[in-house]
């Protein structure tokens, strides 16, 4: 079915994008209920992959839906885990209906798709292949729908702190697991809680009690090996697929198209991280304006948020 902008039952979460979707697709209606969303590394730790499935189903079994990117390693467990609890999850996509992303999943979005629970979500137009900006905006829908983010294991650079940085933006929660001080690949996570951008998750009861939702139920025993079978090698052809798709280093901005509030913001900001407040004595906007200019250069992946309320360019001046 598909849902437009105009449409009286067009969710009124995505409205507080800066740009939401024209038009959304989805494999059911999308009922209104408390959401979490769950992102996490492509290639997680084994015992990193049990814990997200266990936390989803600990959220689904309490009534919870479960959001995330549809993503093989954290994202694929976190839907495995809604689904082994009878409860509900959404694959946000960042394609159109009629391509899949990533392959591995497809019995996976098949299961979601037929579910009377669970659903499907497009947010881009039929034939669009997933493209760095494409990832990143569904970072952007994904957090919209939720009410939390948690962030399972993040690399310095990835999808997942550009997820964390959507949250912030439209004032949702973010919860960090931290990795091993000596997981050192993992770092995005401790980043995020070492700048205070992020609350440490230590366990689902920490988080049941902040969303007053009970004890959480116990999870069940699952077969490392079912979750990470798609995950990908590092030495694979599909790692370096992956890294050219969002690692590439950014590439000087095309203002062409960008609005005045936009390019006075961007133009004002440096390598350094100022203050929200800085930015608007500088450009002479308000904040209003300001936010959802920062939103949008941050889709644009040419602005980035850390610590909490500071931005900076991306690549140095």
């Not at 591995?104 to 098949?110: I, K, Q, T």
């Not at 009377?116 to 952007?140: I, L, Q």
Request: glycine share 8%; proline share 8%.
């Amino acid at each position: 079915m598909q849902i437009k902008l105009d449409d009286p039952d067009y969710p009124a979460a995505l409205r507080q994008l800066p740009n939401p979707p024209s038009v959304l697709t989805t494999s059911g209606p999308l009922e209104r209920r408390r959401a979490i969303a769950i992102v996490g590394s492509r290639d997680a730790c084994d015992e990193a992959l049990i814990f997200a499935h266990g936390l989803a189903f600990q959220l689904a079994s309490a009534g919870i839906l479960v959001i995330s990117g549809g993503a093989v390693g954290v994202d694929g467990a976190a839907h495995r885990g809604a689904l082994a609890a009878n409860g509900a999850t959404w694959v946000v996509s960042p394609t159109g209906k009629d391509r899949l992303y990533p392959l591995e999943h497809r019995a996976l979005f098949a299961e979601v798709a037929a579910s009377t629970e669970s659903r499907m979500v497009w947010a881009f137009a039929d034939h669009t292949d997933a493209t760095p900006p494409t990832m990143r905006y569904r970072n952007g829908v994904l957090a919209a729908f939720s009410e939390a983010l948690i962030v399972v294991q993040a690399h310095y650079k990835s999808g997942s702190r550009n997820a964390a940085g959507w949250a912030r933006g439209l004032r949702r929660p973010v919860w960090a697991v931290t990795a091993a001080p000596w997981m050192g690949e993992f770092c995005g996570s401790l980043v995020e809680v070492a700048q205070g951008t992020a609350r440490p998750l230590c366990s689902a009861a920490q988080l049941f009690r902040a969303l007053a939702l009970g004890d959480p139920a116990t999870p069940p025993r699952v077969d490392v090996r079912t979750l990470v079978a798609a995950r990908p090698r590092q030495n694979s052809r599909r790692a370096l697929a992956k890294a050219t798709l969002e690692d590439a280093p950014p590439q000087a901005p095309d203002m062409g198209s960008w609005t005045a509030e936009e390019t006075s913001v961007f133009t004002n900001l440096c390598h350094n991280p100022m203050h929200i407040d800085e930015i608007a004595d500088r450009t002479g906007f308000t904040i209003p304006p300001i936010r959802t200019a920062l939103l949008t250069l941050s889709l644009k992946d040419v602005v980035v948020e850390g610590p909490d309320g500071f931005y900076r360019r991306r690549f140095a001046s």
